[in-house]
């Protein structure tokens, strides 16, 4: 009875501990620890991302050409070049309202989609069409809902779009949406990048989405897959892109939100985060991250926003951020103004600096390229943490499959002289996306041993046949003989 009466008090001081430091932990945690590896966004990266949260904004004025809620630098819209507007009438309530824009300045084709409107149910409907691991898309998981809603729309427009793409062939075609649009603008270059017969057989590089403050709609190998089409912009503490929970209980729990998101607090630091990424059906923030920091730990007020920007794997925006602003920095208005004033920042700079024509040129040519392998880097990242699917899936767009490894002898004899200069910035940025370099080291063998497996096929059809006079491939003499 007295080790019982004296083990009650130790108990519940190890438990009161317990819950100090979750508390602890969980006080501190700030939305600045999500990026603080990442590097930061240049200025002709991030400058479509202030336009198109406009377009966006432009969804909602019933008469563009007497706008009620033009922000102070306007829409930066020319009427003229509106095609179409649909309303919820028009969709009949299968996808939010949108707008089609021909951007000639920028040559851009622009699909903008508006965010959830609370006062339609056939939002909630799309929300609600969806369980877990219940719809398959190359390979991973996607929303249900979201998918089946940006199926309808591009059944409406699939037509006009490919006019538009094939009359302007230097054009690219932009998709952008906030909240539950930004999950339909997703879902939509899914669906044209992976069946671009349906548009003119439209090249991916043409193809870009911005998502604004986007919704966990595709899991994790597919966010990371497509990170060269998809790009996620996310300011501060936005609750959102962090939130796993299914979309459906968010908004029935809409009136006691708070309480929802400490539950999530408390799960998502109990869960080990490892345990997280085994499960394929778990939904994320799609593609290649933005994220606008300008509040500080223990400051008061707002500091000059700064853009970071990466393609991680684990840390992908996992945690809740106890913050009093976790709902108003999802409000498309918030981040079209600190995205505006994140890019005159930039701006500023840029013009501070005076870079030459010639080495902006240059500038924007090794960003493309430190894209690339940190693209790389990442898929290596989702390799070696067994991320499933990150490698079983045949796509000539980065995941290491059996397609990848059987590239012909002649391909890896060109990239052998760069490889190793690659490999080495690899590594320099395998930190932004959470990868070591002793786990990015271990990869390399296999690539040497793919160097010296043998003759390539064009080798052996050389050693095996020769041309005659007309150019004809013909069996070798001695062949012959044998």
């Known amino acids: 009875m007295s080790i019982l009466c004296g083990c009650c008090p130790l108990l519940e001081c190890v438990y009161c501990l317990g819950c100090a430091r979750w508390a602890y932990k969980r006080c501190l945690y700030t939305a600045g620890h999500d990026s ?110 979201l998918l089946k809603s940006a199926g309808s729309v591009l059944d409406e427009e699939c037509k006009v779009l490919r006019e538009l793409v094939v009359k302007y062939p230097s054009y690219t075609l932009t998709f952008a949406g906030h909240s539950l649009g930004s999950g339909v603008a997703t879902m939509l270059a899914l669906l044209v990048v992976k069946h671009p017969e349906r548009l003119g057989n439209i090249e991916r590089k043409r193809v870009r989405c911005f998502a604004i403050a986007p919704a966990r709609c595709m899991s994790l190998n597919l966010a990371v897959r497509y990170a060269d089409v998809i790009n996620s912009v996310v300011l501060q503490d936005d609750f959102l892109p962090r939130t796993a929970t299914p979309l459906e209980d968010i908004f029935k729990s809409l009136f006691c939100l708070p309480c929802l998101l400490c539950i999530q607090c408390v799960k998502d630091t109990c869960v080990p985060e490892q345990k997280m990424l085994k499960d394929p059906r778990r939904l994320y923030a799609p593609g290649r991250m933005y994220h606008i920091v300008e509040r500080r730990p223990c400051r008061l007020g707002r500091f000059p926003p700064v853009v970071k920007t990466a393609v991680p794997v684990d840390g992908r925006f996992e945690h809740i951020v106890l913050s009093c602003n976790a709902t108003s920095d999802h409000a498309i208005i918030w981040i079209e103004r600190e995205a505006h004033r994140a890019l005159n920042l930039m701006v500023e700079k840029e013009k501070t600096m005076e870079i030459p024509e010639k080495q902006r040129m240059e500038r924007q040519e090794s960003l493309a390229r430190e894209h690339n392998l940190e693209y790389r880097a990442a898929l290596r990242r989702a390799v070696t943490l067994d991320v499933p699917h990150a490698d079983s899936l045949s796509s000539e767009y980065g995941t290491f499959d059996k397609a990848q490894e059987d590239e012909t002898e002649e391909e890896e004899t060109e990239k052998e002289e760069t490889e190793e200069e690659e490999e080495e910035e690899t590594d320099s940025i395998a930190p932004m996306v959470g990868e070591s370099s002793s786990s990015a080291s271990t990869l390399r063998p296999s690539n040497k041993r793919r160097r010296n497996r043998g003759l390539s096929w064009d080798e052996l059809i050389e050693s095996l046949f020769e041309r005659d006079e007309s150019g004809n491939l013909t069996f070798e003499k001695s062949e012959l003989r044998k």
């Open 36 to 145: 603080k590896d990442w590097g930061l966004a240049t200025t002709d990266e991030f400058e479509p991302i202030p336009r198109l949260c406009r377009y966006i904004l432009a969804v909602y004025e019933d008469d563009i050409r007497n706008p009620l809620w033009e922000p102070p630098e306007g829409y930066g819209i020319n009427p003229d070049w509106l095609l179409l507007k649909k309303t919820y009438e028009d969709t009949q309530g299968r996808a939010p309202a949108y707008i089609l824009y021909l951007d000639h300045v920028y040559k851009d084709v622009v699909v903008a989609i508006r965010g959830l409107n609370l006062a339609k149910e056939s939002d909630y409907a799309v929300l609600l069409d969806n369980k877990l691991g219940e719809r398959k898309f190359d390979g991973g998981y996607v929303h249900n809902g």
